[in-house]
């Protein structure tokens, strides 16, 4: 076991990282990071390439969240530069993990007898130039960062402030989809003055509800700016990673999965994401510029296309550019590019872009109160909308209760006593007559006019006893002439009744039950039933004037028979008990 295997509590730890989502793994000795580390290194063919330089004499500027100087594997490696960050830190201490992983990518030189151990980055050779542009998740001023607007141009100052103080390489493994002018002028500022510049083109690949119809990411800057270098990540099959933005500012890949890096103390983590990638090209960049330190920006990134593998086979490809990254090849590349005379082969600059020479690109500024003013605009218009909903609703309830509003609760009132049913149909008419016994008088004595009527015989009227035979047929009888002199008045007729409103009998009570009264015995005839009081229903016609029976001597007039008690209601007013002096009806 080597000199820091005993150190059992080196881990490899996940990280919440710009640009950078991580995972954890089991805990593992620091000699098991350069296991882990050289599948990559045989990727990018970085030991083949430290047979030609190892980077010495270039300077990289990590612009990021901090680098750790005492950490092992870049102990005596690193020059820290100024906090941008100054006034929102504080005095509390930043932790510098992502910041200290992409230093050790670029620049790490490992630890231990001869550097065996730890993590060693693709130039070894090279120094850093840390500079402290942004938090991230973790840190103690993280969440003062996230609020403060001047904490945008940071990273413009970071760039100049390296280009100012010598960086060759400038790795940017950080990014925002809205461009700033003072980003991209930082960034053109760098390139003028003869700085390669890389970054990393985002993680937004695998967010469904952040890509357009061809499945393109959001543009991410400062890697989407002219002149930029920027970097997608690959997985171990070399093909894009589900991750890594997908779209045109892609220019080349690199490794992206499962990448050991350094943190910050003595602490290690397993990342993977396209800051990683970002780092390992500004490694290759720095190795070019070794060897070649007058090479302007555009020559490098031509040697950086050149020296590629794993390429498309439409030479080009949104997912991983000109293909992937390899050290050794670019190194050779940046040689035959060193080799070639300047201005061979080319037009003359007159002939480039038409006759005339060409100008500075002009870039258009935002007016800064257009931001403003389209805030302005969209809060209004969503208050509109709200004011709107709310007189709708306002309207709606005036007009149509809600079913949801409480009714009031009714007294408990208890139910009226039942009303018997009137014994006649009509509820206006006039109340029943009395019941009274009905008088019968001789048809020789009438009661309408004082004459008398003539004298007729009257017919005999054959006697009958029963079982002597057959029944006789019934005397005719014929209505008495009327009366000389006018006539009585007689009642108008009555209107109709309405339906609506006519008493009906209830449910299963029956319909109304008349009988003809019981032939009393003794008698010598039968004449039919009596004439119906006033106020009864039915009609039995015109009265019919009694014979005397030739077998009793004369005429037996007796009170008929009560109709027998029926289930229902009966029609009519109720019939008084019999008399004393009468004898009870018989029963038929």
Do not use: C
Request: no cysteine; hydrophobic share 40%; net charge positive.
């Amino acid at each position: 076991m080597r000199a820091l295997a005993a150190r059992a509590g080196t881990v490899l730890a996940a990280a919440a990282l710009v640009l950078a989502p991580t995972f954890a793994t089991a805990p593992a000795h620091a000699d098991e990071i350069r296991d882990r580390q050289r599948p990559i290194l045989r990727i990018l063919g970085a030991e083949e390439a430290w047979k030609i330089t190892r980077g010495a004499g270039v300077t990289v500027a990590v612009v990021d969240s901090g680098v750790d100087p005492d950490q092992p594997d870049l102990r005596g490696s690193v020059t820290v530069g100024p906090n941008m960050l100054a006034g929102i830190d504080g005095r509390r201490v930043p932790k510098g993990r992502h910041g200290t992983g992409m230093a050790s990518l670029i620049a790490g030189h490992g630890h231990g007898p001869g550097g065996r151990d730890g993590v060693i980055g693709i130039a070894p050779e090279a120094r850093i130039l840390a500079l402290r542009v942004l938090a991230e998740p973790g840190d103690p001023s993280y969440a003062a960062y996230r609020a403060d607007r001047g904490a945008r141009e940071a990273v413009a100052k970071g760039i100049r402030y390296a280009v100012d103080h010598g960086a060759d390489v400038i790795n940017l493994s950080l990014g925002n989809t809205r461009p700033t002018s003072e980003d991209r002028e930082a960034v053109a500022y760098a390139i003028t003055k003869g700085v390669v510049v890389v970054s990393a083109v985002g993680n937004d690949g695998g967010k469904r509800d952040l890509l357009d119809d061809d499945g393109f990411a959001p543009y991410s800057y400062p890697a989407s700016y002219p002149g930029v270098i920027a970097v997608a990540a690959t997985d171990t099959a070399h093909k894009r990673a589900p991750f890594s933005s997908r779209n045109h500012s892609v220019v080349l890949s690199a490794p992206g999965v499962a990448i050991p890096v350094a943190g910050p103390g003595d602490g290690y983590f397993l990342t993977e994401g396209t800051s990683d990638s970002s780092a390992l090209v500004s490694g290759i960049a720095a190795l070019i510029r070794s060897r070649h330190p007058d090479m302007k920006p555009s020559l490098v990134r031509q040697a950086l296309l050149d020296g590629t593998r794993f390429r498309p086979s439409g030479k080009y490809d949104a997912s991983t550019g000109f293909g992937v990254v390899n050290a050794v090849d670019a190194l050779r590349a940046a040689d035959a590019v060193a080799r070639t005379p300047r201005g061979a082969g080319a037009l003359p600059s007159g002939q480039r872009f038409g006759g005339a020479a060409p100008g500075p690109v002009k870039v258009i500024h935002r007016a800064p109160w257009t931001e403003p003013v389209a805030v302005a605009v969209i809060v209004l218009t969503v208050a509109g909308m709200a004011v709107a909903v709310a007189i709708a609703v306002m309207l709606y309830r005036r007009t149509r209760p809600s079913p949801w509003r409480l009714q009031p609760a009714m007294a408990a009132v208890p139910p009226p006593p039942p009303v018997p049913p009137p014994l006649v149909f009509h509820p206006g008419a006039p109340p029943a007559p009395a019941p009274s016994t009905p008088v019968f008088e001789r048809p020789d004595a009438p009661s309408a006019v004082e004459t008398s009527p003539p004298q007729r015989p009257a017919p005999a009227v054959p006697s009958f006893t029963a079982g002597t035979g057959a029944r006789p047929a019934a005397p005719s009888f014929e209505a008495p002439d009327p009366p000389p002199g006018p006539r009585p008045p007689t009642a108008p007729p009555r209107p109709a009744e309405p339906l609506l409103g006519r008493w009906r009998p209830p449910p299963g009570a029956g319909r109304p039950l008349f009988e003809p009264p019981a032939t009393p015995t003794g008698t010598a005839g039968h004449f039919g039933p009596p004439h119906p009081p006033p106020g009864h229903g039915g009609h039995f016609g015109p009265p019919q004037p009694p014979q005397p029976s030739p077998a009793a001597g004369g005429v037996s007039f007796e009170r008929p028979q009560p109709p027998p008690a029926v289930d229902g209601p009966r029609s009519g007013p109720p019939q008084p008990p019999p008399a004393a002096n009468e004898a009870p009806p018989e029963q038929p």
